[in-house]
């Protein structure tokens, strides 16, 4: 049995939020397991649309949450052909990305991946020549197999920030010090802030970083 592979020209979608013709930030913002882009991107709606112009990207796989009908979800990956899958979503995000080019040279950029979008972002912003000035790993950890090499020249400009809740029912001691090792084999230094809560977005803290009070 031969496994073969062919390009065609693929369709996605990505939602918005706020005012690109006022904004002083753009947020490229990646959901979780399970999530889709236009349900997430509510979450960010308490930021003001003046001054934040928000890009909810979606994964590209969604399938029925439970049995055969009913709510859908999204993912980025899964183990099965995950390299086709993560070069799939690289080439999406960058077409995201360039897309959007009447505003993101105006404005500070920041991506933030949540959950399982978090090995998704930094797998991107290590595979891209994007620039952006802040990325935001939010309840969820550095992918382990990345080139360090070269995530370490990708990353080692940008302002990092690692934020999870107290609670977070999916991050115990062994994976954050997973991740701790992750991030002494980048060579970096992220800033890290821990909520009182569990895994999501929390929007006091979610303010506290839009207005750099942290």
Known sequence: MNDRSVNFQYKARYFEYGDPATAKELWIVLHGHGQLAQYFIQKFKILDSNQYYIIASEGLSRYY????????????????????????????????????????????????????????????IAQ?????????????????????????????????????????????????????????????KPTTIVFDGNHSIHHQTLIKIATNSY
């Open 65 to 124: 949450l439970t049995g055969y009908s009913g709510r859908v979800g999204a993912t980025w990956m899964t183990k099965e052909d995950r390299l086709t899958d993560i070069d799939n979503y690289v080439n999406y995000l960058n077409s995201v990305y360039q897309n959007i080019n009447n505003i993101r040279s105006k404005v500070k950029i920041t991506v933030l991946g949540f959950s399982q979008g978090t090995a998704t972002v930094s797998r991107w």
């Open 128 to 188: 891209s020549e994007i620039k952006i000035d802040r990325l935001i790993l939010w309840a969820g950890l550095f992918p382990k197999d990345m080139n360090y090499k070269l995530a370490h020249e990708r990353f080692k400009n940008i302002e990092i920030l690692n934020i999870y809740g107290r609670n977070d029912e999916f991050l115990n001691d062994d994976r954050l010090n997973d991740q701790q090792e992750i991030v002494g084999k980048l060579g970096i």
